[in-house]
C-alpha cells in the first residue's frame, strides 16, 4: 500500500479516533505545541463514560486542555509546568507535577516502560505508571500528538517539539496524529519525523488552528543590567544556550547590536532571541565542535515571526533530548556559555528554580543538564540569574537572596553544582569556594538594603568572616 493509500485508510474523526481510550488507561498527550486539541476535545467529551484515565504532557500551551474539567474521569500530569499548568492547578485538585531529569526523557519511555511481560520489575505493561502491577497488562499507553502534514514521502514533520517525540510513538500501543496544516517544517538533527507506518489513526485538524504565539516579554531594567553583566563573559566563537524570558531576549538584542561574531547555537528551547542573533550574523555556528552551522535544539515556543523563521531554515537542527541535553553532548562543545533563571538563591548557592514555597512553578527542565554540561565544556560557564529583590503580596520589598531557602522550597541545583550567580549587582563565581566566600560573594550581588542582615545571618551560620575583621 502507497503511502497516500495507508494515510486514507488511518484518516478518522477524532472523535472516533479517542474510541481507543478505556478507563485505566494512559493518555500521552504531545508536549509544548504539540498538544493536541480537536483530540483534546473529543477525549474530554466522552468523560461521562471513562474513570482514572491518566494524561501526561509538558509545559502545557493554550487552549487550556478539556480534559482538565473532568477530575472524576482525568487525572493531569505536566512533566514541567507553565504559567497556564499554575493557574490549572489552582483549580484542579488532579493535576500534578513530575519530576524528571529532561535528558533522560527518551529513556523513560524505552527502557522503563517495557511492554515485556516476563520482566518482574515491571509485570505486563506500564505498571511503574500504575497502582497496581498485577492489573496494568490491561492498561494500554496512547500517544497523541500535534504534527505538520504528510510529505509525498510519508513522514510527518513533528514540528518545534522534537524532544522525546519519538521514543513516545515507538512505546505506545496507539499512535493518533493530529494534523496541523500551520505546523512549520523543522529539519533535523534526527528524530524530526515519523513516518505513516508508525502511526494507527490520522485525524486532520482545520486550518484556523495555530500554534501559540507567545506574547514577548519585555525587558525590564534589572533584566538589562543582568544580560550586561553577562556579556562581559562572551567573547567570539562561545556558544549559548538561554531560556525564555525578558532577561534572554535582551541577551540576545545585546549580541545582536555587538561586534562579536562567530557564535555557536546549542540549547534545550528556540526562542525569539536566537532569531535575532541568528539574523543579525552574530551567530553562524562557524567555531562548534559539533553541528557546525547550525542551532541545535529540543523544542521552541516563541512568536509566529519565530515560527516563520524556523520553516524550512536549514541554520537549525532538531534533535531529541537526549542529544541536545545529554551533559556528555554539552561537554563536547568548547566556550559553552549556560544561562539560566532561578528564582531564589540561599547563603549556601542552594539554587531554587521552580517553586515558591511548597507551590510549584516551573520545573527542573533542562536546567541541570546544561549547569553540568556547560562546566564540562573546555572554557565552559554557567549563569544563573536572578533579580535580588520581588515584592510580595502585600507590596513589601523582598530579597530573592536569603540565608536560607523558604520552607517547602525545591533545591534544584545543589551548591556543588553552581558556577556563576547573577544578579543587577553582579556576577560572582562560587565554583570550588568555601562556604564563607560563597557566603561572602552572594551577599556582594544582593540589594544593598538587606546586606547587613545577610551578614548577620550568615555569623550566626557561621560562614562569615569579613564582619570579624571590622
Request: with cysteine.
Amino acid at each position: 500500500m502507497g503511502c497516500k493509500q495507508d494515510y486514507e485508510a488511518k484518516r478518522v474523526s477524532a472523535a472516533e479516533a479517542v474510541k481507543a481510550v478505556k478507563s485505566g488507561d494512559i493518555v500521552d498527550y504531545g508536549f509544548f505545541n504539540g498538544k493536541p486539541v480537536l483530540l483534546d476535545q473529543a477525549l474530554a467529551a466522552r468523560a461521562g463514560e471513562l474513570r482514572d484515565v491518566s494524561v501526561y504532557t509538558a509545559v502545557t500551551m493554550p487552549p487550556v486542555p478539556a480534559v482538565v474539567n473532568f477530575p472524576d474521569s482525568f487525572m493531569y500530569i505536566d512533566w514541567q509546568w507553565s504559567k497556564l499548568t499554575r493557574m490549572l492547578h489552582g483549580h484542579v485538585a488532579t493535576s500534578y507535577y513530575c519530576p524528571i531529569l529532561y535528558h533522560r526523557g527518551p529513556f523513560y519511555y524505552r527502557e522503563l516502560l517495557t511492554q515485556d511481560p516476563n520482566e518482574k520489575l515491571h509485570r505486563g505493561r506500564r505498571s511503574i505508571y500504575y497502582e497496581d502491577p498485577d492489573k496494568s497488562g490491561d492498561v494500554k499507553w496512547i500517544t497523541m500528538i500535534q504534527v505538520g502534514p504528510m510529505d509525498k514521502d510519508g513522514f510527518f514533520n513533528l514540528g518545534p517539539q522534537n524532544s522525546e517525540t519519538s521514543a513516545k510513538i515507538e512505546t505506545a500501543d496507539v499512535v493518533i496524529v493530529e494534523v496541523n496544516p500551520n505546523m512549520p517544517v523543522c529539519l533535523g538533527g534526527n528524530e524530526e519525523a515519523v513516518h505513516i507506518s508508525r502511526v494507527d489513526h490520522v485525524v486532520e485538524a482545520p486550518a484556523e488552528q495555530v500554534l501559540f504565539d507567545a506574547p514577548q516579554v519585555a525587558p525590564t531594567e534589572v533584566d538589562t543590567q543582568i544580560a550586561r553583566h553577562i556579556m562581559n563573559y562572551i567573547y567570539d566563537g562561545c556558544c549559548i544556550q538561554l531560556g525564555i524570558g525578558g532577561m534572554p531576549n535582551m541577551v540576545g538584542k545585546l549580541i545582536a547590536d555587538s561586534d562579536l561574531k562567530n557564535l555557536g547555537g546549542h540549547t534545550e528551547m528556540f526562542v525569539d532571541a536566537y532569531v535575532d542573533m541568528i539574523e543579525s550574523g552574530r551567530m553562524n555556528g562557524s567555531k562548534k565542535n559539533i553541528d557546525r552551522y547550525k542551532c541545535a535544539y529540543t523544542f521552541a515556543i516563541g512568536s509566529q515571526r519565530m515560527y516563520d523563521f524556523m520553516h524550512n531554515n536549514p541554520a537549525l537542527a532538531s534533535y531529541p533530548v537526549n542529544y541536545t541535553n545529554d551533559p556528555r553532548v554539552i561537554a563536547q562543545i568548547d566556550n559553552m556559555v549556560s544561562i539560566n533563571n532561578a528564582i531564589q538563591v540561599d547563603l549556601f548557592s542552594q539554587v531554587n528554580a521552580e517553586s515558591l514555597g511548597m507551590s510549584q512553578v516551573s520545573g527542573n527542565g533542562g536546567m541541570w543538564d546544561f549547569v553540568l554540561g556547560a562546566q564540562w565544556s573546555r572554557k565552559g560557564k554557567s549563569f544563573i540569574c536572578l533579580a535580588s529583590t520581588h515584592t510580595d503580596a502585600e507590596g513589601r520589598l523582598q530579597s530573592r537572596i536569603t540565608p536560607q531557602l523558604s520552607l517547602g522550597s525545591i533545591v534544584t541545583i545543589p551548591r556543588q553544582m553552581v558556577d556563576y550567580i547573577v544578579t543587577e549587582y553582579g556576577a560572582v563565581k562560587l565554583t570550588a569556594c568555601p562556604t564563607w566566600m560563597r557566603a561572602e560573594r552572594i551577599i556582594s550581588i544582593a540589594h544593598p538594603d538587606f546586606r547587613e542582615e545577610l551578614i548577620q545571618a550568615a555569623e550566626k551560620m557561621k560562614i562569615w568572616r569579613r564582619s570579624n575583621k571590622k
